[in-house]
């Protein structure tokens, strides 16, 4: 399951990713506000998400944030692993934080290990492929 953090940062970004390429940065009051965020979370989340790149920012009155790049360049997988860390649900099968299981006999022969492989993979697949202008015209397109 996603957190309420991961949930935060990507309505935030959907958010952002509506906002005009050209157009001024927006501040922190707004996107708390139109994206549904309590500004005190939002603070953290934001930081977390302009350190890996996604997000530039602009300090004083007219200063916000903005998407660091193109809203087709940046996945929903890229925003969650920034929040969460690696999308796999075992270390084992972790392509960022590869750990051993300390029950596993054999990683060869390890049927949860064969399973949450295609899980990750798919995962990765459906996040790494969804970028947030792809989720924002889908949003669009429902509407």
């Not at 958010?15 to 927006?26: I, K």
């Not at 934080?97 to 949450?116: G, L, T, V, W």
Request: proline content about 5%.
């Amino acid at each position: 399951m996603l957190t309420q953090r991961s949930r935060y940062a990507l309505r935030a970004m959907l958010f952002l990713a509506e906002m005009p390429v050209a157009g001024p940065p927006t501040s922190m009051t707004r996107i708390a506000t139109e994206a549904n965020v309590p500004r005190k979370f939002l603070e953290l989340i934001l930081a977390d998400l302009k350190g890996a790149q996604l997000l530039d920012s602009q300090r004083g009155k007219m200063g916000g944030y903005r998407l660091a790049r193109a809203a087709h360049l940046i996945s929903l997988g890229d925003i969650i692993r920034t929040i969460e860390g690696p999308l796999a649900l075992v270390p084992c099968v972790s392509r960022t934080a590869y750990r051993p299981c300390n029950d596993c006999k054999s990683e060869a022969d390890c049927a949860i290990r064969h399973a949450m492989m295609r899980v990750r993979d798919e995962t990765a697949r459906i996040l790494d492929g969804t970028s947030l202008a792809d989720a924002t015209a889908k949003k669009l397109a429902a509407a």
